[in-house]
């Protein structure tokens, strides 16, 4: 069983790994504290040599769009490349689907569904 940081509902976790690029030490440090100081952020790793940030964290009130607004604020940017984008579309709909399932109330399964 893994730990969690305390508020975080290991059902609606998820990973994302982003590239990233005009990173220098001083925003790098920046950054990295303030993703690290988000509630909602489980864990984030950097590999300062590939330059990719791996982040899991709570996607069922946040969503890949905060952690970029974050890499934003500090000068650093996203890598512009097909694959990239393509892979944030994946990101941002996993996202979507997690926060659907976290507002979905289930119905029992011995009643019929409303209005039957």
């Given at each position: ?53 791996k ?53 029992c ?8």
């Amino acid at each position: 069983m893994a730990n969690h940081r305390a508020g975080i509902n290991p059902g609606f976790l998820t990973t994302h790994t982003l590239s990233l690029t005009e990173m220098s030490r001083a925003n790098m440090d920046a950054m990295l504290a303030e993703i690290e100081a988000q509630h909602w952020v489980d864990t984030l790793a950097l590999d300062s040599k590939t330059k990719k940030l791996k982040v899991a964290y709570e996607a069922s009130s946040h969503n890949i769009d905060d952690i970029i607004d974050i890499i934003e604020q500090h000068g650093a940017a996203l890598k512009d490349s097909w694959w990239s984008r393509t892979k944030l579309g994946w990101q941002r709909q996993t996202d979507e689907n997690i926060k659907n399932n976290a507002k979905h109330e289930p119905h029992c399964c011995n009643k019929a569904p409303p209005g039957h």
